[in-house]
């Protein structure tokens, strides 16, 4: 007897079938109800348009292998340069055997403390985009990282004149997990113990240089060509709050009850003054607005607005990039801390 085989887009009309079902039934769906549905239909989605395409992939339960040779051309430009590359990836294996001593220290510190001193370690959290981790930002880093990992072992492979064979990515279900430069194995492993040294630690040291060039961009210096020195910007209003639907995100605060705002402390010594209760005018670039101030939970005594600010991006940097400060900032932390 024949098993019956259905189409992915059967199973998608299926998995919607239930998700509406179950939905009308309980009066509702949780987040994580959302989002688990949400994956499987995507991934429904996802295997039609790959079994409909032309492009090279492979499904194993519910992991699945994209491979492309997209790439190669961009990785053999840059790879020519061999002798740079070569004495560059020297440079990367001698990093990498102080970074392993460094982590193994690190390690054995840590288990000393804990074990011999007594003093908690740190905890440590999985970190998912979406779940604990922002969606976008962690997406954006993931995607960054992994990117210039794979690009730099295939820039190292082909200055080692090691063919490459393609490119790709793997996911469980929709979620990406990683991405892969696949050499030809048997040039690799003829090659001398240095050279495959070289490939190995390409992807970390490129990693770990982005995590420099990106804390760089954290710093005061680099954030001065970026911010404005006056004023300060709103990035978040709370739900709720007195600000709430009175000023949004965005607005330029230039004065609240007659005192300008210049910068960060001069916010801050006006705002610690405020008293709940009272009414104070607010003005920004968008005009003048009257609000009543509530209590803060931490501090009954002190009056509460509702937003979050930080320094006001400039603007023909602005127009460039169309971040807000606090999204760019949350960008680079993000693929700085992973």
Known sequence: MNRLKLEYWQWFIIVSIIATTYAVVK?????????????????????????????????????????????????????????????????????????????????LNAIYLTYF??????????????????????????????????FSHGILSRAENIPIKSLGVF??????LGAFVEPEEEVFNKKPWLSQLRVYSAGSFANLLLAVIVLFALTPLAMHVFFQSEGVQVVNVVKGSPAYGVLERGDMIMDIRGTPIKNF????????????????????????????????????KRGFIGIETFLPIKKGIFHIVHFLPLDLISLFRWVFFL
């Open 117 to 150: 001193k007594s003093i908690p370690a740190m905890k440590t959290q999985l970190l998912i985009p979406g779940y604990t981790i922002p969606l976008w930002y962690g997406l954006f880093a993931f995607v960054t990282i992994i990117v210039v990992h794979e």
């Open 265 to 300: 402390k001069s916010f801050y010594d006006t705002v610690k003054q405020l008293k709940p209760g009272k009414k104070i005018k607010i003005t920004t670039e968008r005009g003048s607005f009257a609000l009543t101030l509530a209590a803060r939970k931490d501090n009954p």
């Open 171 to 176: 996911f469980a279900f929709i979620i990406p």
């Open 27 to 107: 009066g509702g769906l949780s987040k994580n109800e959302i989002v688990l549905f949400a994956i499987l239909l995507l991934w429904f989605s996802l295997l039609q348009a790959l079994k409909r395409s032309k492009i090279n992939a492979e499904k194993h339960a519910i992991f699945l292998i994209i491979r492309t040779e997209k790439g190669k051309g961009f990785i053999e430009k840059i790879g020519k340069y061999k002798r740079f590359w070569k004495i560059t990836g020297t440079f990367m294996v001698i990093v990498g055997i102080l970074g392993m001593f460094f982590m193994l220290f690190s390690l």
